[in-house]
């Protein structure tokens, strides 16, 4: 007999089956990404944006402010829209010019605040900034839809439905601060907030009014151009546009210097997991849920293309795998004892991207179930060292939690392909290679399992005592103090280091990158490089009216363009 | 200069890298620079007063641990380490307090940042003494500094550390007097010309320009006009 609280305690998945960079790099968003919590607690209050400001001229540049109250307090998305010539329009690091700039602000701003933020947002990491600037964030165009769409409602009609559902958003984010830089404020001063004390709460509702800024940005130009004959877009479409990101490697970096967060969002998932698992017979509404759900996630594999070939090669078997999946279970499959534990179990017979799928999908039936593990997500907790601990509690840790690491051999030029480093030239965040090209010696510490390779390997040569402390050992020894904080952060928090090699030449840092966007509830995942990815937000998620009309907030995972009744 | 913390511990981080610190000790000294800062103490100028050490540390003495020439950005926070690690074992088994004994400090305030950071995140909270019986002593508790013995010692930016550079005695304690809520202010105050100096310390830890770098090390070209 098989009892619901074994799968709730014992049958978290392993940390070593879901570490792994290939399975973390096959996510999905799910019901506890952050952006879908975020539209939750939206619709729970009601929340209304207003849009006091808005000094937009007929070309589309201008100022403007949309103001939400959240959780008590005030927030004041202050955008900037721009000219900017083509040939300054990148997305990357290096740019020094932008179509859009924004500004979380914490309240309402008056007119020398939208002076002064006037000065300073549009110049982003060349400007400063101060304690009631919460967050700071800019928006490139996507050339080709956001003039497409202009163009076509300025004419009275609707933009072309294929083209908006390849591109999928009128504007991608290159960038988005938080947390201090450049002077603006911290989390830690607003983080117990009622509203802000989820990961990147306030990043996320940042680029949810940035959205809803774009929108009224091409219906405003539009009704410039056209006066009194310009259309609307279509709600549908409203609706389907997110907000687009680009994203390189200075998103990986944060996934290994936060191990304690990391940990707390992985745990959270795969205890929400367990809980679903341990659910042994679903309610007719659960299934026919999971059903309808399963048909939709098929439309939208079928919507999602990709240049690039590895994923596109990834899409394809997904794909078959889900039709294959969806073949096999039916509403009679499903009603049998431990559905959910049966799909999970029997799962490893497709592929990795399937499996998370898998795990994302069926995770969403159940809110009441696991919703309310997303306020567990958060910390602000820092790794530290064990002093009292011996050299022999350190040398079990090695050996029980690192062979992944331990079995590399980092003298094998193969293995040791790749160094982090962050470039001079705007501090760009970039990957060279080590036996190639200058810079290795001032690579950054994501070396990790190289690091825990030579702490160990010193350990076994020097031959101590083992009773002696690891505050001895630094002592002599204050280079591995590093090592020693991953070993012991590891120990107390299993799912908080990823267990590869990131300087191999195997390593695919683009699936750090996907890790980190499907946490924050990112879909369409479109690699331009192994380095380098696009995606989309909030595609399909509720628009302000929706939010403020109170309906439903959070029927949108892995959106699809519907098709007009 | 006014700053975040945030961005404080990160300028604070990189300087300690490019001043030749290892990646996990450079993080620590942040955020003793920080907690200094936090307490209008001059932390920026307290790391770029330490030296990273080349040598490995030699402790002497029976009884309380003995240190001469203590490089305190390479040796503070194992020094606090042992310190921990010995108080434990003697709290465990009904002794009395541990000290140490450190001899020209290069640094003694950076000492006094990472003590702090040490006292607010033990388990159980720490209170440490650092200088006792030098003339000159400061205590550093869960959320307070409190600076005593020197003329006018209001405010640490006067203690006398030259004095306690010379020789000092750091001990600790379980559960001290907490010395109220700890101070957190959302900005902070540095001096435009630590700052400087700061970031041309941290330029060290970047890759200099090339055009190869440009082009493929973000895997990205260099126009998105699509």
Redesign the interface.
Known sequence: MIEPTDFVEDTLRAPEVVMTLERLGSGFPTRLSFMRSLMRALAAEGAEVTRPVWDIGHDGFGRAVYTVRFGGHDYSLVAFSTELADEERTDRVIATAWDSSYVLFDGQPTVADLDRLEAAAPRQEAARFEEADLILSRANKSVRLFDHVVDRLAAGDQPDEELVRSVGYLMRTTAVYGNGKFGIADRAGYRDRTAMDHPFRAEMLTVWLIRGFTIDLVEHIAAQRSPGTAAVLDPRFKRFLGIGNATGLGMAPFLISHPILINNWLMVRETALARVRAVEHASPEERARFLALGERAAVHLAQWSVEDAIQMDRIVSLRRDWAELRQMIDDGWLSEPWPWHRLLDGSDRWGLECQELIVAAVLEPHGELIDGLTGCMSSSAEPRIDPSATIADLRVAIERDWSWALGVDFEDPHESAQFWYVSEDNLEPRIGRRHEEPGADLERPLDVARRVAALNAELAAEGGSPDETVAAFLLRRPEHRYAIKRVQTLAGHPFSEIRANLIGDDCRPIDLLRAKLAFFGASKFDPKSDMWTRVTLYQGAPVPEDIADGGDADDWWLPILEVPC | M??????L??LASAAATGMGY????G??LA?AVVWLVVRDADGLGALMTSTP?TE??A?SGSGPVSVDGVHVG??G???L??L???H??TRNAGGERMSLRLRLLDSPLLLIGLAGTAAE?GDPALDFLVGEGSGASASVATSALTVSGAADAALIGRFDLEAMGMAVEISCRTGGPSGGEAP?P??LIVGDDRWTAAEELA?R?????SE???HS??????????
């Not at chain 2, 290892?22 to 000790?25: A, C, H, M, Q």
């Not at chain 2, 830890?205 to 320009?209: D, G, I, M, N, S």
């Not at chain 2, 090390?217 to 006009?225: E, F, H, I, M, P």
């Open positions: 006014l700053t975040s913390q945030r961005e511990l990160g290892p990646y996990g000790i993080d620590d955020r050490r490995p540390i402790p390479s040796d926070s194992a020094l380490d042992l921990i690690a010995n434990r074992a995140i957190q959302t900005r330029h830890t970047y890759v200099p320009a190869h770098s440009r090390g973000a895997g990205a070209g260099l126009t998105d006009n699509d």
